[in-house]
């Protein structure tokens, strides 16, 4: 069974940052970042593979940032300049598969999740 931890979640000011932290009882094959705000679907943010490859979410290009630290077992998400609307609970999944890196369904395991708030 893969354990996923979230932290760094808090309330910010527009234009501030945050850094998320992903903590794995394993690193798998691809491990991703997704946020769900009140009354919205699940969406991709950021993911990141093995091969080190990324991917974002357009509205976050630029912003956020994805990496590992493979000693530590670790996902970071570092979010810059962040607005009203990155407001929302922010997930770390991990699976054993490459396929689709940002859709929801091709994550089995899931952490509890972060709140984000970021106030105008």
């Known amino acids: 069974q893969v354990q996923l931890v979230e932290s760094g979640g808090g309330s910010v000011q527009a234009g501030g940052s945050l850094r998320l932290a992903c903590t794995a009882s394993?690193?798998?094959?691809?491990m991703a970042w997704f946020r769900q705000a009140p009354g919205k679907e699940r969406e991709g943010v950021a993911s990141?593979?093995?091969?080190?490859?990324?991917k974002y979410l357009d509205s976050v290009k630029g912003r956020f940032t994805v990496s590992q630290d493979v000693p530590k077992r670790i996902m970071y998400l570092q979010m810059n300049n962040l607005k009203p609307e990155d407001t929302a609970m922010y997930y770390c999944?991990?699976?054993?598969?490459?396929?689709?890196?940002?859709?929801?369904?091709?994550?089995?395991?899931w952490g509890q999740g972060t709140q984000v708030t970021v106030f105008s």
């Open positions: 394993v690193l798998l094959q691809k």
């Open positions: 990141y593979d093995f091969n080190g490859r990324s």
């Open positions: 999944a991990a699976d054993m598969s490459f396929s689709e890196p940002l859709n929801p369904v091709e994550y089995r395991y």
